[in-house]
């Protein structure tokens, strides 16, 4: 049995023999969108970088400053900060394993000796 739908191809309903059951199996009519960014027009943006690199940097730091004032790529970019400063952090607790650093001011030690002298003079 096959079914005509708009914008699908025909549907095609077919038996599965294993389960007893039917299901149902289409294709949409889309082009199937091919990249343009190919190894060789990869070389020539880094080419035209490499040879105008002041040019490009001030393209990227007017770019910079414009996305700067959006809110929501504020919102994203500190998301984003977020997440990766989560992740540096986890990784430089796994690197140093049990050897890790102890934080904030080291606390005053008292030797017990100490502690009974004291403790006999009052």
């Known amino acids: 049995m096959e079914i005509n739908i708009v914008g699908t191809e025909k549907i095609k309903l077919e038996d599965d023999l294993d389960a007893g ?3 149902i ?19 020539a943006i880094d080419k ?3 040879n105008n690199l002041e040019k490009f940097n001030e393209k990227q730091r007017e770019y910079y ?10 919102k994203k ?9 989560q992740k540096y952090r986890q990784k430089k607790k796994e690197s140093l394993g049990n050897n890790v650093k102890p934080r904030g001011r080291p606390k005053k030690v008292i030797p ?11």
């Not at 199996?25 to 070389?43: G, H, Q």
């Not at 017990?112 to 009052?122: R, S």
């Open 77 to 85: 970019f500190n998301e984003r900060c977020k997440i990766n400063n």
């Open 48 to 50: 035209y970088r490499k």
């Open 112 to 122: 017990p000796l100490i502690i009974n002298d004291i403790l006999a003079t009052i």
């Open 21 to 23: 059951k039917k299901f």
């Open 25 to 43: 199996a289409f294709v949409l009519n889309e082009e199937i969108k091919k990249s343009t960014y190919t190894p060789a027009a990869k070389k």
């Open 65 to 74: 400053n414009e996305a700067k004032q959006n809110e929501e790529w504020k």
